[in-house]
């Protein structure tokens, strides 16, 4: 979903590239790279507007991007801080790339534990409140990619979720708001 200033933008683009780049995925790939960094838009005024709409942008300006992820790093840190202080082992989606994994989850357990009678194998943070449209987009792109790699899983939305998205924990996704206090975690012995 596009704001208005980058709808603006982005028609703006068009109609200043229809002549100069036709094929649809030079212009895609040229627009982009304008985006990111006006100053390099030859026409200095369509730069200026293209700045000052990215720079007000409240969704998807360069600042609202990077608070965003930002705040979705901590919250990951802070996942780890839990697992730690529960004595859990994982590897780190920065492992795991390493490893040559496409496909990560935030953690994957290297033992996997129940929180209330559901098998965690790896667990996504997500920074956000879960509502209908983000939920049904990451299960998507992310979520069943994970539960299909490496079986169950734990969602922890930070900022909450709508009660009636927790319906895919007989299926291995169970959602949360919160990490589990230890006593709804059971370990397996090492």
Sequence with gaps: CLSVCLSVCLSVFHSYLCVDIPPLLA?????????K????????E??????????NDPDFSPCSVEYRHQIGKKYELLLQEKLDSHHLCYIAEDAMRKLGYDKTPDVKMEVPFAVCGHVVNWVESKASFGDEESHRQYLEDQYWS???RFGPGLVIYWFGYIDELNVHQGKGI???DNFPILSEIITMPV
């Design 46 to 55: 369509l730069a200026e507007e293209v700045e000052q709409c990215t720079g």
């Design 174 to 176: 169970l959602l949360r």
């Design 146 to 148: 994970y539960w299909n």
């Design 27 to 35: 212009l895609k790939v040229q627009i982009n790279s304008w985006i």
């Design 37 to 44: 960094n006006p100053l390099s838009i030859p026409d200095k």
